[in-house]
């Protein structure tokens, strides 16, 4: 009965560490999806965009491999307390990670057509946004990895200096636009870029909620926004 008790407990761990996997395989996809799509971007190379675009499946894939692997555990172990909630937990993040892939793949389809215009000045921002926030998924997949509820904490003020980085490319774009009106759809499709950088760092904050959340059971006190730009009505 002890042997049958101890074999149950290792398949269960290594159906975890099966999950942790798929997670950490999507979190490095999302983080090569972004840094690419940006340097692609910068490089105006719309060859090395489409290759990024067509590569998004491989997260969908993943993002299945984690939901059905989550589903099994739960029904074949039927895990409780701290358990249960790293697995839906993990269930929760494989979405968010996917949704930043997504993210990540919008960033090259604008690349191609961004390729086809002049430079915009203020695009030398992005690269350093696209820094922060691929850095910051780093952080969070090795804080979902280690269950370390205080790094995940910590990580929830990060997202602001990626508000600040987005509130000064939306004003240095409307500047920018306002003085060279024949630069409008460049940069158009560069505050969508950095739209979409904005919300890879709310959705990498989340998944460092979820984290927290899985090892403490409890939930953390809503993070301040510091994105000002929808209240924004002039460049200053």
Known sequence: MAEFAAHT??????????????ITRMGGLCETQ?????DALMSRNS????????????????EAEAEALAVRIIALRAPLADDLR???????????????????????KRSAVI????????????????RLVVE????????????????ALALLQRDQQVDEYYNSLFRALLTFMMENPHYITPSTHLLFVAKNLERIGDHATSVAEMVYYSVTGQRP??????????????PE
């Open 86 to 108: 790293e697995i839906v937990s993990a269930l929760k993040i494989a979405g968010v990670l996917e949704r930043i892939g997504d993210y990540g793949k919008n960033i090259a």
């Open 34 to 38: 972004i840094a690419e799509s940006v």
């Open 221 to 234: 006190a809503e993070r301040p926004k510091n994105d000002f730009t929808s209240t924004v009505y002039s």
């Open 136 to 151: 910051i998924i780093s952080d969070t997949l090795d804080a979902f990895v280690d269950r370390d509820p205080v790094k």
């Open 9 to 22: 407990v290792k398949s269960f761990d290594e159906d975890i560490a099966q999950l942790r996997a798929v």
């Open 47 to 62: 060859e090395a965009a489409q290759t990024i675009i067509e590569n998004d499946k491989r997260l969908d894939a993943l």
């Open 115 to 130: 390729a086809q215009s002049q430079p915009v000045g203020p695009a030398v921002i992005i690269p350093e946004m696209a």
